[in-house]
């Protein structure tokens, strides 16, 4: 199937009609890019019935997001004191010790070569040896020797002793 075929063909058409449908063309954009991407995932057996199947799928991706309105609105009406998911704000010495500490360890990571922060900053995201290696070029075995150096390094930048990093 080809997804860039597609959405040359259908995206303008769908992004009107989920416009005029909700009124807000911030959803709007939102629902026909889901609409894409639930495509390019997993679409219709069929090239003819694409159409109909991205105006079906972006559809129901507009009534889902106002049900979640709808429930996140019922949740604040009955606790108004409470927000969901909100955290209390931190003390202003602690933001600022917090600002401090992430600047400290940008200006360490800008330290770092390009690869050496990819690889620390894939390896934070939980990728594999295998994901980091394909994605900078070198080989599975060797990763953990670079990921070592690089936080041996890291740690130099920031002051610390090596094992504070890991």
Request: positive net charge; without cysteine; charged residues 35%.
């Amino acid at each position: 199937m080809d997804v860039a075929r597609l959405f040359q063909e259908h995206h303008d058409a769908l992004f009107r009609y989920l416009e005029r449908y909700t009124g807000d063309p911030d959803l709007a954009a939102d629902a026909a890019q889901e609409a894409f991407v639930r495509l390019a995932r997993k679409g219709p057996r069929h090239d003819a019935h694409v159409r109909a199947w991205l105006f079906q799928v972006a559809t129901n991706v507009v009534r889902d997001d106002r049900r979640a309105g709808r429930r996140r609105l019922a949740l604040l009406e009955a606790k108004p004191d409470r927000v969901p998911g909100a955290r209390p704000e931190p003390d202003p010495s602690e933001q600022t010790e917090r600002e401090e500490l992430r600047l400290r360890v940008r200006a360490a990571l800008d330290a770092l070569n390009q690869r050496e922060r990819t690889i620390l900053l894939m390896r934070e995201e939980g990728f594999t040896h295998r994901e980091i290696a394909a994605a900078v070029g070198t080989t599975t075995k060797s990763v953990g020797t670079m990921i070592a150096r690089a936080l041996e390094k890291l740690s130099r930048q920031l002051g610390l002793e090596p094992e504070a990093v890991t």
